[in-house]
């Protein structure tokens, strides 16, 4: 279960105040993935940050009864001046889990070669995004939040992707951004569409992606 009371979020843009989540309650349930769906700008990202914990609200709260893992593809709670594997450790330490065995999980699934062992900071966008997928799928939680990550990376890694995250969904719930409705569809099953600072629940998914689709024309 996650509720959100009276959330509220805005960012200052040229002098202007722009509200990207406005006085949202809302409860969502236990055990479905959602597909968290909004044009672009509509604050997305924002608000899986706020969910994580990683970003403060202008006002009200996210209550949760489970694990959350931070925004997997943002890649905000990764230094840049540490390499991946020292990440890799230090969010192992933070999480509670044993360090070796996630180092040696995320520096074979996220197949970054030398670069594992260099600063993040001369990775690429996508590199970035593998690791921290990688990093995340590593550590059980009950709800993973997924910011873009399944399309990173070639064919193969696409695959690989898609079925280590689909084997976590067994047990687990997701909270998913995607562009991609065929994505959307393969590992979501209700919906969630975010629009002018509101947001709606949809148990039925086609329901949430027509919604969504409409407010794109």
Not at 28 to 33: A, D, K, V
Not at 95 to 119: I, R, S
Not at 201 to 215: G, K, N, P, Q, R
Request: contains cysteine; glycine residues 10%; proline residues 2%.
């Amino acid at each position: 279960m996650i509720r959100f009371e009276n959330l509220t979020k805005s960012f200052w843009l040229k002098g202007e105040q722009k509200i990207v989540i406005d006085n949202l309650n809302l409860t969502l349930p236990t055990g479905r993935s959602l597909a968290l769906l909004g044009r672009n700008g509509a604050g997305k990202s924002t608000l899986l940050k706020i969910i994580a914990g990683t970003m403060r609200p202008d006002y009200g709260r996210v209550v949760s009864d489970g694990s959350m893992s931070w925004p997997v593809g943002l890649g905000a709670s990764f230094h840049g001046d540490l390499s991946g594997a020292e990440n890799v450790r230090f969010i192992a330490r933070i999480y509670g889990v044993d360090t070796d065995e996630l180092v040696a999980f995320v520096e074979d699934f996220a197949e970054l070669g030398k670069f594992f062992h260099m600063p993040m900071r001369s990775y690429s966008s996508g590199m970035r995004s593998r690791l921290t997928f990688g990093a995340s799928m590593g550590i059980k939680f009950d709800t993973y939040l997924v910011d873009e990550v399944t399309a990173v990376g070639d064919r193969t890694f696409k695959r690989k992707s898609r079925e280590i995250f689909a084997a976590r969904m067994e047990d687990s719930s997701a909270i998913m951004v995607n562009h991609s409705m065929n994505q959307i569809r393969k590992f979501c099953d209700a919906g969630i569409v975010l629009e002018m600072g509101k947001m709606q629940y949809f148990e039925d998914l086609e329901e949430a992606i027509a919604l969504h689709e409409a407010t794109l024309s």
